[in-house]
C-alpha cells in the first residue's frame, strides 16, 4: 500500500517570495502523484498530477512540482506567491489497482 | 451545471433527525467517492462506488447510510448522528476505480456540505 508525508503543517511566507511544500510518498510500484488545493469552505481542487513522463509538472495558478524517484519526492513550488495562494494544499499518492491516499495537508500562509 | 455538485452546502441537525446528503457529478465518471474532513483530522475516506456498485466501506457507523442508484448520484443518508459527526463531507468522482481508467484516479470534488450536529 502506499503511503504519503507532508512534514509542514504550516509553511507562512511573504507576499511575491516563493515558495516549496514538500511532499515524500512510500510506495513498492509505480505511482501517480497529485497535488490538490482547498480554500476556506471549499472542496479539493486538482492543481496538477503526475502519471508518467516528463518528471517536471506544471499546473494552475503558475504552480509546478517535479517528480524524483530516487528520492520519493514530489514537491509543489511557486516562483512568486499571492495572498490568493492562501489556502490547505494536500499531496496524495496512488498506483494501479490502489485507492487514492491523501496527506495531512500543508496550510500555506501568505501575508502581505 | 458542471463538475460535482453537492446539495444542501450547510445542514444543521439534531440527534435525533433524519437527513440526506446529495451528490451529483456531470462528468460521465464511473467512480463515486464519500470523505468526512474534520479539523485537525487527515481526510478519511467513507465509501466507494463504481457503477453503482459499492467497493468499499471503511469501518463506518451504520448511522451513516450510502445509496448510489446510477452512476451521477450519490446520496449520504443520516439517523442518530452524534457530534462528533460534525464535519465537512465530500464528495467526489473519477473515470475509474483505483487506478483502473488510466488517469490515475483523478478525482474532482464538490464543495462539500457543513454538517453540525447539536
Known amino acids: 500500500a502506499q503511503s504519503v508525508t507532508q512534514l509542514d503543517s504550516q509553511v507562512p511566507v511573504f507576499e511575491e517570495a516563493p515558495v516549496e511544500l514538500r511532499c515524500n510518498y512510500s510506495?513498492?510500484?509505480?505511482?501517480?502523484l497529485f497535488w490538490y488545493v482547498q480554500y476556506p469552505n471549499q472542496g479539493l481542487q486538482l492543481l496538477l498530477k503526475?502519471?508518467?513522463?516528463?518528471?517536471l509538472v506544471k499546473g494552475i495558478n503558475g504552480f509546478e512540482a517535479e517528480f524524483n524517484k530516487s528520492q520519493t519526492s514530489f514537491h509543489l513550488r511557486k516562483p512568486s506567491v499571492h495572498i490568493s495562494d492562501t489556502a490547505e494544499y494536500f499531496c496524495?499518492?496512488?498506483?494501479?489497482?490502489?485507492?487514492?491516499?491523501f496527506g495531512t495537508g500543508t496550510r500555506l500562509l501568505v501575508s502581505p | 451545471e458542471t463538475g460535482v455538485t453537492q446539495t444542501p452546502r450547510h445542514l444543521v441537525m439534531g440527534m435525533t433527525n433524519k437527513k440526506s446528503l446529495k451528490c451529483e457529478q456531470h462528468?460521465?465518471?464511473?467512480?463515486m467517492y464519500w470523505y468526512k474532513q474534520s479539523a485537525k483530522k487527515p481526510l478519511e475516506l467513507m465509501f466507494v462506488?463504481?457503477?453503482?456498485?459499492?467497493?468499499e466501506n471503511n469501518s463506518v457507523p451504520s448511522r451513516f447510510s450510502p445509496e448510489c442508484p446510477n452512476s451521477s448520484h450519490l446520496f449520504l443518508h443520516l439517523h442518530t448522528l452524534q457530534p462528533e459527526d460534525s464535519a465537512l463531507y465530500l464528495c467526489?468522482?473519477?473515470?475509474?476505480?483505483?487506478?483502473?481508467?488510466?488517469?490515475?484516479?483523478?478525482?474532482?470534488f464538490g464543495p462539500g456540505t457543513r454538517l453540525l450536529v447539536l
Open positions: 467526489a468522482s473519477s473515470p475509474g476505480v483505483f487506478g483502473t481508467s488510466g488517469s490515475g484516479e483523478t478525482q474532482y
Open positions: 510506495s513498492s510500484v509505480s505511482v501517480y
Open positions: 503526475y502519471l508518467s513522463g516528463s518528471t
Open positions: 496524495a499518492v496512488s498506483a494501479l489497482f490502489q485507492k487514492l491516499v
Open positions: 462528468l460521465g465518471h464511473n467512480a
Open positions: 462506488y463504481s457503477l453503482e456498485e459499492r467497493v
